[in-house]
C-alpha cells in the first residue's frame, strides 16, 4: 500500500509561481518513477512531468523552461515548481507513483491561474 498527500495548490495571477509537493509513504521501492499529472474540466488527464529513481526527468512540452520536477530520495517526496505560470496551467494536479508495475495516485490538488 502506498499513500501519497500532495500540498501547495492555490490561486495565483498569470505570470507567477507555485510549487507543489507530494509524499510517498508505505511500500516504496528503492526504484520508482514519480510523476504529476493534470486534469482539466472537459480534458483528459495528461502527464505533466515525471522524474526516476535516477532522476532523468521527462516534460509536456508545454511546460518546458517554466517547470522543474525535482525529489528528495530520503524523503520520498516529489516537488514540481511551477514558474511563468499561464490560464491555461489551470487545473487539478495529481501526484503518481509507478513501481514494480503498480500505480499510486494522490487526491489531487487544485491549481487555478487568473488572468
Known amino acids: 500500500q502506498v499513500q501519497l498527500v500532495e500540498s501547495g495548490g492555490g490561486l495565483v495571477q498569470a505570470g507567477g509561481s507555485l510549487r507543489l509537493s507530494c509524499a510517498a509513504s508505505?511500500?516504496?521501492?528503492?526504484?520508482?518513477?514519480m510523476g504529476w499529472y493534470r486534469q482539466a474540466p472537459g480534458n483528459q488527464r495528461e502527464l505533466v512531468a515525471s522524474i526516476t529513481s535516477y532522476k532523468i526527468t521527462n516534460y509536456l512540452d508545454s511546460v518546458k523552461g517554466r517547470f522543474t520536477i525535482s525529489r528528495d530520495n530520503a524523503k520520498n517526496t516529489v516537488y514540481l515548481q511551477m514558474n511563468s505560470l499561464k490560464p491555461e496551467d489551470t487545473a487539478v494536479y495529481y501526484c503518481?507513483?509507478?513501481?514494480?508495475?503498480?500505480?499510486?495516485w494522490g487526491q489531487g490538488t487544485q491549481v487555478t491561474v487568473s488572468s
Open positions: 508505505g511500500s516504496i521501492f528503492s526504484i520508482n518513477a
Open positions: 503518481n507513483l509507478k513501481q514494480h508495475g503498480s500505480s499510486a
